[in-house]
Every structure is written in structure tokens, then in C-alpha cells.
Nanobody, 125 residues
């Protein structure tokens, strides 16, 4: 049974930083894309960042580019999201996602096969 477990969320002030982690179990995702999405109350789930299986290419939403960094440790079957210069607009439930297909549209929710339960990030001014 595949499980993705996020951790690292919390409450921070504007300009602060958080590092989210997503530990995968049940299968190895070394060769498959992984990503982060977020969902604010009353809004649709939106793409935040994704990283290819090769670790050499990553993708970001325009709203987080330059502030967030996605990385992965394949030896630990874990993906990370370093979030700096946080803004109130970043407040959301953050989800980790993994795909069972190497070649997907990284920005599309339905292209991912496995999801974590989410970790809350709250940024206050």
C-alpha cells in the first residue's frame, strides 16, 4: 500500500520560512515524478512545484518561483519543499503527490496517482 506522509507545516509570519517533507512508502518513486500542490479554503487545488525523476529538472508555479525550491532524496524516497519569503497568499493545505508514470503534465492534478493527507501552512502578517 502506497503512502505519502507530509510533515513540516506550521504557522509563520510574513517573510518566514518552512521546509515541508514528504516521505513515500509502499513503493519506490526514484524513477517517477513527484510534486507539491496546495489548496486554500474555497479554492481549487493548484500546482506549486514538481521535480522529474532524474532530479535535474524542476518546475514551479509563477507565484512561487524564486521563493520555493523543490528537491528530492531518492535514497530516502523523500521529496522536500523549501519555502522562503512566505506571504499570506501562501496560506493553504499543502499536498505531496507522486505519479506512476514518468511522462506526465506536471501541473495537472489528475496526472498524479498518489496523494498525501496534506499539511497546513499558515502565514500571518
Amino acid at each position: 500500500q502506497v503512502q505519502l506522509v507530509e510533515s513540516g507545516g506550521g504557522s509563520v509570519q510574513v517573510g518566514g520560512s518552512l521546509r515541508l517533507s514528504c516521505a513515500a512508502s509502499g513503493r519506490t518513486f526514484t524513477n517517477y515524478p513527484m510534486g507539491w500542490f496546495r489548496q486554500a479554503p474555497g479554492k481549487e487545488r493548484e500546482f506549486v512545484a514538481a521535480i522529474r525523476w532524474s532530479e535535474t529538472t524542476s518546475y514551479y508555479a509563477d507565484s512561487v518561483k524564486g521563493r520555493f525550491t523543490i528537491s528530492r532524496d531518492n535514497a530516502k524516497n523523500t521529496v522536500y519543499l523549501q519555502m522562503n519569503s512566505l506571504e499570506p497568499e501562501d496560506t493553504a493545505l499543502y499536498y505531496c503527490a507522486a505519479a506512476a508514470n514518468r511522462y506526465i503534465n506536471y501541473r495537472i492534478v489528475n496526472d498524479y496517482d498518489y496523494w498525501g493527507q496534506g499539511t497546513q501552512v499558515t502565514v500571518s502578517s
